[in-house]
């Protein structure tokens, strides 16, 4: 362990948590826009709930492994980053209707790439792309200027602003939040009797803290030199992108090894599943639709600091001041755009 960089040790901890993530994909229907799209439209609330069992999972488990000293959630940026409303509003609407126009979030286009379709791999490449120019390219000035992001003094979470001012600990906050995620997952009969999707709800959730626990250890060990990090797919994806063309530019990071992960994850769960299989659009206008999705989704999740997945799960397992704005945010904006494309905006 100790001859191996310490970025290559990150890349090994993201592509473990990628790996179950992908499996969770594909082996139980984990997915954003899948969610919205079947309990909105499809009378189903299985993938929707399924999301109860995941946050309730990562939030017990940062939160005890934070209590038990292994993880130190507030060294990520979800805590570091002084909360901006405005930018969660706007970033994640931005998203949120991306997502729509897309057909996935990052995550999603991710696993979908993964399984074989070609389409998804043209939404994670612009997806990249747009998140750098949002974040270091051409739109860096504007944003900055527009949602200006600062150092925080204190932690921005919930559990941990109550605790500073109760002198509890932020354990006891956050298991009631957990608690209450859980209890509105398994209220729903079809989602209890559904033990495929329970299980790999709970995996996905152990992942995120794994991610936690495996960067706050290797932070430890290099003195600050590796961030805590967990699970996100805006920056990252222009991290991979540009770790591929050149290695140089930043070698291998927590990153790179997260989105692997997730590729291999999800290849792997398309075989077992026997549902892989290669695929590329056909009509210009929907490839045309998705290309501006992913866009979208690249600036917005840049905007928010992150996407469905980086403040709807990672942060929100941590209690950020910013997760459930952000990922209401992001509802909202996938279900107006569901909304234009199934009904046109046309009266029922």
Not at 18 to 30: C, K, P, S, V, Y
Not at 71 to 90: C, E, G, M, N, Q
Not at 225 to 236: D, K, L, M, Q, R
Not at 311 to 332: D, E, H, K, Y
Request: aromatic content about 10%.
């Amino acid at each position: 362990m100790e001859q191996i960089p310490m970025g290559a040790l990150a890349a090994m901890v993201g592509a473990i948590g990628g790996i179950i993530l992908g499996l969770a994909a594909r082996l139980g229907d984990f997915c954003t826009l899948g969610a919205l799209e079947s309990a909105a439209y499809g009378d189903d609330q299985r993938r929707l709930r399924l999301w109860g069992i995941v946050l309730g999972v990562a939030i017990t488990g940062a939160f005890v492994a934070e209590a038990l000293g292994y993880a130190d959630i507030t060294r990520s940026f979800y805590h570091t980053i002084k909360w901006s409303p405005l930018a969660s509003i706007v970033g994640g609407l931005l998203f949120g209707y991306g997502m729509a126009l897309a057909g996935n979030c990052g995550f999603g286009a991710l696993v979908r790439f993964g399984g074989g379709d070609l389409r998804a791999m043209v939404v994670v490449v612009v997806m990249g792309i747009f998140a750098f120019v949002t974040l270091s390219g051409p739109l860096a000035h504007l944003r900055l200027l527009i949602f200006d992001q600062q150092a925080a003094d204190t932690p921005q979470g919930i559990a941990h602003w109550l605790s500073a001012r109760t002198g509890l600990p932020p354990l006891v906050f956050a298991l009631p939040v957990a608690a209450g995620f859980l209890a509105w997952a398994l209220s729903y009969q079809p989602l209890r009797a559904d033990k495929r999707r329970l299980a790999w709800g709970v995996a996905a959730g152990l992942a995120v803290v794994w991610c936690f626990v495996g960067t706050s250890y290797l932070f430890n060990q290099s003195m600050g030199a590796t961030g805590v990090e967990a699970p996100s797919f805006t920056a990252p994806l222009g991290r991979t992108i540009l770790y591929f063309m050149t290695s140089t530019a930043g070698g291998l990071t927590f990153s790179v090894g997260l989105v692997a992960g997730v590729l291999g994850g999800a290849f792997l769960g398309s075989a077992i599943r026997g549902l892989f299989k290669w695929e590329a659009c056909e009509d210009p206008r929907e490839l045309g639709r998705q290309v501006s999705g992913a866009a979208l989704m690249g600036i917005g999740g840049t905007i928010a600091v992150g996407c469905s997945i980086g403040q709807g799960v990672s942060a929100m397992a941590v209690l950020s001041f910013s997760a459930p704005v952000t990922l209401a945010s992001i509802v909202i904006g996938g279900l107006i755009g569901l909304r234009q494309l199934i009904h046109g905006f046309q009266p029922e």
